[in-house]
């Protein structure tokens, strides 16, 4: 596979609930992405670390959106107070040393109710 | 500054056809470029890549991409369209380099008819 697992893999949530997914690279990759795919839409970027490097927030959608990774492996995606709009398969991607390749889990379905 | 454009939502062709999905980028460097594909229900995977080597760039299951820096594109084709095809097909720019934040076009879904 493409070494990334992402749990759980769907999330049924009722709004105002606070979610937190999480993904699971492989190690020995030092860069991590989070997107966000809404319904019938492309990729929407959300958060990237790299390293010890301090992480680029600049996609998170608004304040209520965090994430953490420990070292060079778990990550969680935190999402308080959840809205209907924030429906969307959320992805997780590892980055290969050397190059911009990204390989992605399968993504954590989630549905606002 | 980086962006990606892909110039169809929607392409469908005849099995056997020629594939060509378009995809214009904007970038203040030499970028890399990418294609992915994302078949129903299924992960993301890595279509095919250009790196400032070869213009021409062969990718697996028989689709290619030209990188032209005077038009500013990365179109990617196919000589004869097979059933399997069918999926959702992004183009990604990013800066040179490891690790650097990368750009998604919004997909081109392609329908392949029997």
């Known amino acids: 596979g493409a070494g990334v697992s992402q749990s759980p893999s769907n999330k049924v949530t009722e709004k105002g609930k606070d979610v937190e997914l999480r993904c699971d690279p492989i190690?020995?990759?030092?860069?991590l992405y989070w997107y966000r795919q809404r319904l019938g839409q492309g990729l929407e970027f959300l958060i990237y670390?790299?390293?010890?490097?301090?992480?680029?927030k600049s996609g998170l959608p608004s304040d209520r959106f965090s994430a953490e990774r420990t070292g060079e492996s778990v990550s969680t995606l935190t999402i308080q107070r959840t809205q209907q709009e924030d429906s969307a398969v959320y992805l997780c991607?590892?980055?290969?040393?050397?190059?911009?390749?990204?390989?992605f889990g399968p993504g954590t379905r989630l549905t606002v109710l | 500054a980086q962006s990606v454009t892909q110039l169809d939502s929607h392409v469908s062709v005849s099995e056997g056809t020629p594939v060509l999905l378009r995809c214009n980028y904007s970038s203040s460097y030499s970028p890399s470029l990418f294609w992915y594909v994302q078949h129903p229900n299924k992960g993301l995977q890595l279509l095919l890549k250009?790196?400032?080597?070869?213009?021409l760039v062969k990718g697996i299951n028989g689709f290619e991409a030209e990188f032209k820096k005077s038009e500013t594109s990365f179109h990617l084709t196919k000589p004869s369209a097979h059933m399997s095809d069918a999926a959702e097909y992004f183009c990604v720019v990013s800066a040179p380099g490891g690790y650097q934040k990368v750009t998604f076009g919004i997909g081109t879904k392609l329908q392949v008819i029997p």
């Open positions: 670390f790299q390293g010890n490097s301090a992480p680029d």
């Open positions: 190690s020995g990759h030092t860069a």
């Open positions: 991607a590892r980055g290969l040393a050397g190059g911009n390749e990204q390989f």
């Open positions: 250009y790196t400032s080597a070869a213009t």
